[in-house]
């Protein structure tokens, strides 16, 4: 996976000088360990896709093969196998194929009530046998999700401290300053492709939760294997250690971070800098970079800050934004109406939500003509201080909450505002819990024939209603979805399976795309491309059970082709970097599959002609 080298014809002005060509290759004063794109190097295919790990077979032992995940295949080593590598004796006899050993594991799995516990054989599953752990993942992925993924994955960060056994990914501390690069070169992996990072101020709805973060971004690649096909060798999950606000934090004696308050100011953000060119230097100027749940005050000017100098973006904003648009391309289904028939109110202002706003501005003028300031006056959001209105006497209308603060009287009570402003669409985004109260649902309901309401916060426990509040007080009428799972309800004559607008939908196949295709910058139009993408697979039996997106079990698919439309539209505006151009994208995109099935322990072995045996005759 990744794109083709380029040639760089010198120029006189190039060659005026030898430390002018040198100064071309140095990132901030240093040589750069990669430079331009990535060879693209096709591997030897299979049902599945490419092989993702090669093996230097005159580097290992018969016992790397037991402890190396990535070599361990359980009891699934042939009689030959097991024989040719020393290992014969050391497993039981029975000899299981890989589809065995996923069944056995999920039997395994099921044992245990407690989603911890079932998130925590996952994780030992991960330790212990890699392609077996993506195998079963991958197959069993609407199961799955909500163990390794929202909304397990919030409690398992905030016991990380008792879970921790094995690194999984970096950590790198403010007082690492300096010497991030020398941090960024202890990873042993040297072909990464896709980083996510955290600082982990804002972890899901959980808030500030410090170097326990990292379960978010491990998490996330793992679904970025799973889901899209990224190969794990080219993963790196990144916790940025700046301290935590968190006084329990602080107190606890199992803590695993920094024990100081957060570092900020000028000192953070250099730190941050050095990071960002430390990537860059060590793997090259493509690497794709994932913010993920940074602070609000640190999210949108990062993501200003960096998107036309690195390739990045920012999940909790535009990933979220597009997986809540895809939603409500949906809902114009199965409403029959257009984006400009609608007027949009938010619970939340924060990253999420204003990701939203703006992405519904631009796909109201995309798709339907409708200028996109033009379009944000139907957009209405409130955050803590109340309606986001002009000359609001509380202030707080930050430059990002600016373009919605429309003329209006200030208001406060989320209740009030939506008996005066009538919305069509309420999307909460805020974590605040059961805030979306009986009577709103019940005000939204009797002005609307259909009320789309989206309760997206995660985990469960902020979600702003649970399904079936939705769905009893507005008479089965109401059009759903949450951002974490609820289960099917029945009532008013039918059965309501409510979609999750989980951003897994999203985050991996867009970044399969731009990984694909070498885009160096990732503008907006990329998230509503993939919104678009997502949408269109939403299918009329999806609609008739109330369900937006479509189903989990179908993701990896699902990835594929938001990759294919994000590569379309990619090298029609330009923004692509892998050539020549793949005549058939999808096709370009599946040879580059990561492939969980067992290779062959053994080395090839082939035959010489008689010839080359024959002596020489004196």
Known sequence: MGSTSSVVKQTPSMMSSNSNSVEKVKQNGHPMDRLGARPLVRRQSSSQGT?????????????????????????????????????????????????????????????????????????????????????????????????????????????????????????????????????????????????????????????????????IPVGKLALNTAIAGIPPSQTLPITLDVGTNRQELLDDVDYIGLRHKRVTGQEYDDFIDEFMQAVVRRYGQNTLIQFEDFGNHNAFRFLKKYRDKYCTFNDDIQGTASVAVAGILAALKATNTKLKDHTFLFQGAGEAALGIANLIGMAMEKREGVPYEEGLKRVWLKDSRGLIVKDRPDGGISVHKAPFAHEHQPMTDLGDIVREIKPTVLIGAAAIPNVFTPEIIRDMATFNKQPVIFALSNPTSKAECTAEQAYVHSDGRAVFASGSPFPTYQGFGKTYEPGQGNNAYIFPGASLGVICTGIHHISDSVFLSSAEGLADMVQDSDIAVGRLYPPLSALREISVKIATKVAIEAYKSGSASTYPEPEDKETFIRQQLYDYTYDTSLPARYGWPQEAFNKLEI
Not at 174 to 184: A, E, F, N
């Open 51 to 215: 092989e993702s790990f090669s093996v230097v077979l005159s580097q290992v032992t018969g016992m790397d093969y037991l402890r190396d995940p990535k070599l361990f295949k359980g009891m699934a080593f042939s009689l030959e196998e097991r024989q040719t590598l020393g290992i014969h004796g050391l497993l039981p006899p029975r000899i299981k194929t890989q589809e065995e050993m996923a069944e056995h594991s999920m039997r395994n799995l099921r044992r245990f009530e407690d989603p911890l516990n079932k998130y925590m054989y996952m994780a030992d599953l991960l330790e212990r046998n890699e392609k077996l752990f993506y195998k079963v993942l991958s197959e069993n992925t609407e199961e799955l999700m909500p163990i390794v993924y929202t909304p397990t994955v919030g409690l398992a960060c905030q016991k990380f401290g008792l879970a921790f056994k094995r690194p999984k990914g970096l950590f790198i501390t403010i007082h690492d300053k300096g010497h991030v690069y020398d941090v960024l070169k202890n990873w042993p992996e040297q072909d990464v492709r896709c980083i996510v990072v955290t600082d982990g101020e804002r972890i899901l709805g959980l808030g500030d939760l410090g170097a326990q973060g990292m379960g």
